[in-house]
C-alpha cells in the first residue's frame, strides 16, 4: 500500500507540476488505469488516504476527490460494490465531506466530495425502489412514497448543527453546499437520458414537499447565530434558493 501510494503521488506531482510531457502523458495514463481499476476497496481507501493526509498537497486532494466522484456516479466493469446506501460505502465519504465543510478547506475539494456523496445517493434511490428505472414505473408514486423528500430530509438530520460553534459552520456549510449541487446532479449529462427524464418527472411531482423540506432545511441553517456571519454560507443559500 505505501509503494502504490506513493506512486499515486509521484504521478499526480507529474501530471500538475511536472514540465516533461512524456511524463505527463504517462502520469495521465496511469491514473486513468487505476481509476477505472476493478478492485473498488482499493481505489476509494487510496483516496480517502490522499484525503486525510494534512501534508498532502491541493492537487492531490482534489483528484481523489474528482476520483470519488467519478466512481460514485458510475458502475466500473467487473468491479464489485457494495450497495450504495450501505454504511461502509456511505460512512467513509460523509466523514471525508465534513472534514472539508469549513471556510478554510479548498472549496473545489469540498464541491468534489458533494457531488460524490449526491451522486451515491441518487443511486441508491435506483436501487431501493422499483419505479424509476422501470418502463412502467411512476414518478408520482415515488413522490408519494417520499423518495427524493427522504434522501433531503435524512441529509438535513445528518448536518443538524447543534453542537459547538465549529461543528455547526461545518454543517451549514455542508448542507448549503449539498443543496447547491443536488440539481446539477440530477441534470449531469453522465446521468443516461432516460433517468434524467425520470428525475425531471420525479423534481416536478415531488416539488412541494421537496420545496417545504429544503426551506425548512435552510432556516434551520440560519437560526445559528454563530453561522450567519459566514460570507461563504451566505453565497451558498442564495445559490441554493
Same mark, same amino acid.
Given at each position: 500500500?505505501?509503494?502504490?501510494?506513493?506512486?499515486?503521488?509521484?504521478?499526480?506531482?507529474?501530471?500538475?507540476?511536472?514540465?516533461?510531457?512524456?511524463?505527463?502523458?504517462?502520469?495521465?495514463?496511469?491514473?486513468?488505469?487505476?481509476?477505472?481499476?476493478?478492485?473498488?476497496?482499493?481505489?476509494?481507501?487510496?483516496?480517502?488516504?490522499?484525503?486525510?493526509?494534512?501534508?498532502?498537497?491541493?492537487?492531490?486532494?482534489?483528484?481523489?476527490?474528482?476520483?470519488?466522484?467519478?466512481?460514485?456516479?458510475?458502475?466500473?466493469?467487473?468491479?464489485?460494490?457494495?450497495?450504495?446506501?450501505?454504511?461502509?460505502?456511505?460512512?467513509?465519504?460523509?466523514?471525508?465531506?465534513?472534514?472539508?465543510?469549513?471556510?478554510?478547506?479548498?472549496?473545489?475539494?469540498?464541491?468534489?466530495?458533494?457531488?460524490?456523496?449526491?451522486?451515491?445517493?441518487?443511486?441508491?434511490?435506483?436501487?431501493?425502489? %422499483?419505479? =424509476?428505472?422501470?418502463?412502467?414505473?411512476? $414518478?408520482?408514486?415515488?413522490?408519494?412514497?417520499?423518495? !427524493?423528500? &427522504?434522501? +433531503? @430530509?435524512?441529509?438535513?438530520?445528518?448536518?443538524?448543527?447543534?453542537?459547538?460553534?465549529?461543528?455547526?459552520?461545518?454543517?451549514?456549510?455542508?448542507?448549503?453546499?449539498?443543496?447547491?449541487?443536488?440539481?446539477?446532479?440530477?441534470?449531469?449529462?453522465?446521468?443516461?437520458?432516460?433517468?434524467?427524464?425520470?428525475? %425531471?418527472? =420525479?423534481?416536478?411531482?415531488?416539488?412541494? $414537499?421537496?420545496?417545504?423540506?429544503?426551506?425548512?432545511? !435552510?432556516? &434551520?441553517? +440560519? @437560526?445559528?447565530?454563530?453561522?450567519?456571519?459566514?460570507?461563504?454560507?451566505?453565497?451558498?443559500?442564495?445559490?441554493?434558493?
Amino acid at each position: 500500500m505505501e509503494a502504490f501510494y506513493a506512486q499515486y503521488v509521484a504521478a499526480v506531482n507529474a501530471l500538475y507540476d511536472g514540465v516533461d510531457q512524456t511524463r505527463r502523458h504517462e502520469a495521465d495514463r496511469w491514473l486513468t488505469s487505476w481509476r477505472d481499476s476493478s478492485d473498488t476497496a482499493a481505489v476509494v481507501n487510496l483516496c480517502f488516504r490522499a484525503l486525510q493526509e494534512d501534508a498532502s498537497s491541493p492537487a492531490i486532494q482534489l483528484l481523489a476527490a474528482q476520483t470519488l466522484h467519478y466512481r460514485s456516479r458510475k458502475r466500473i466493469a467487473g468491479a464489485v460494490e457494495p450497495p450504495c446506501s450501505a454504511p461502509e460505502r456511505l460512512d467513509p465519504l460523509l466523514d471525508s465531506f465534513r472534514h472539508y465543510c469549513h471556510p478554510a478547506a479548498p472549496r473545489g475539494v469540498r464541491l468534489q466530495l458533494a457531488l460524490a456523496l449526491t451522486a451515491l445517493l441518487l443511486r441508491g434511490l435506483h436501487e431501493n425502489s %422499483a419505479e =424509476l428505472d422501470n418502463p412502467d414505473g411512476s $414518478s408520482e408514486r415515488m413522490a408519494d412514497q417520499g423518495a !427524493l423528500n &427522504g434522501m +433531503l @430530509a435524512h441529509l438535513g438530520a445528518l448536518f443538524a448543527g447543534g453542537g459547538d460553534a465549529e461543528s455547526s459552520q461545518r454543517d451549514a456549510i455542508a448542507l448549503g453546499t449539498l443543496l447547491l449541487v443536488l440539481p446539477d446532479q440530477m441534470r449531469s449529462k453522465d446521468v443516461s437520458l432516460n433517468r434524467r427524464s425520470r428525475y %425531471a418527472l =420525479l423534481l416536478e411531482a415531488s416539488s412541494a $414537499s421537496t420545496g417545504e423540506t429544503a426551506m425548512q432545511i !435552510l432556516h &434551520g441553517i +440560519l @437560526a445559528h447565530p454563530e453561522v450567519q456571519q459566514l460570507r461563504e454560507l451566505q453565497n451558498l443559500l442564495v445559490q441554493a434558493l
